[in-house]
């Protein structure tokens, strides 16, 4: 391809599917396709087995816990049905309550949208957990992080990334998922204001053809289905957006060894330091010019993010005061 025709390439593929749960690295052999840590899978044969497909339906869940009091986020089309913690208001009521208006079985309010995460430890959890079971990834599972999720058609979590190794378990209805690299999220971003880069606003749900997912090298896109399980890797940056009513899943999380925190890495990115290590520099006044603009490039960073603070917190603090209060306890 020449010019701007692989500017313009579409290499979104769905995740490849594998039956049963991937193998760790340590117990890998020729033929396994891809383990923890590494692509993005659709995972079959584990999440079918569970009671929870195909027996909470509407009317099973409000008979069982519809008494119990939840606290369901709150979106609409002005939010894109995004639904981040960060802005969402949320809503106290019965799960009966939340449980008909996701359904669709009775709404007073059809303009509005409901999406419960049930959490670990409240009375609903224990009670449904029962219908389900935790799987032994040979990484330690991380509680604080799994809930049971329940939207409705137009629920969308935009772009965003995790650190840890993720199971999303469908327990009913379809999810799209988008799924980008980590060292093609600058790519991704590249148009995004400074408040969505830093996950202090809603970033916008990006279409599934969307040109820039073009220019990218590794994207996955694809629907998940009942007793379906897609695993995203720690880092990986994903969008998913609810297709039908009543849909439930399971995030199921476990922690991780990796980390993009590896020395000089993190630092030379977008600074001097990989060009000072690049060079053999001796002269000490020319040392100090690149460690003085790579400074200097961290600390706009560094404005830029709190710029964006200021404005989406509405502070009562210009973002001088807020860094000059820094430098001062410094």
Known sequence: MKGSESMTRNLTRPAPRITGLPTRASEAGPGDLAGYGGLPLVIEGVADKWEAVGKWTAEHLVQ????????????????Q????????????????????????????????SYYLRVEPGSSVYEDLSADFEIPDTGFEYNPAWTGIWMGQTGNATP??????????????????????????????????????????????IVPEDAPVLGELEQVYQGVLGPGEVLYVPPFWMHQV??????????????????????????LSQRSE????????VRDVEEIVGFLRRNRANFEGLEKEFVEALVRVRGLDVTP???????????
């Open 241 to 266: 957006v609810t297709l039908d009513d009543g849909n439930i899943s399971m995030p199921i999380r476990f922690n991780t060894s990796q980390s993009p925190d590896v020395s000089l890495f993190q």
């Open 273 to 280: 330091l990989r060009n000072l290590t690049n060079q053999p």
């Open 81 to 112: 049905g995004t639904v981040l913690q960060q802005i969402n208001q949320k809503v106290t009521t019965s799960f009966g309550s939340v449980v008909k208006h996701i359904f669709g079985v009775e709404r007073e309010d059809p303009d509005r």
């Open 159 to 204: 772009f965003h990334n995790d650190q840890w190794h993720g199971l999303l378990f469908q327990v009913s209805g379809h999810k799209r998922y988008l799924m980008v690299h980590p060292f093609d999220a600058p790519t991704l971003q590249r148009d995004w204001p400074a408040e969505a880069r830093y996950d202090l606003s809603r970033a916008d």
């Open 320 to 330: 001088e005061q807020l860094l000059a209060s820094v430098a001062e306890r410094g």
């Open 64 to 79: 069982r816990c519809g008494d119990e009091e939840v606290s369901a986020f709150v979106t609409d089309k002005s939010l």
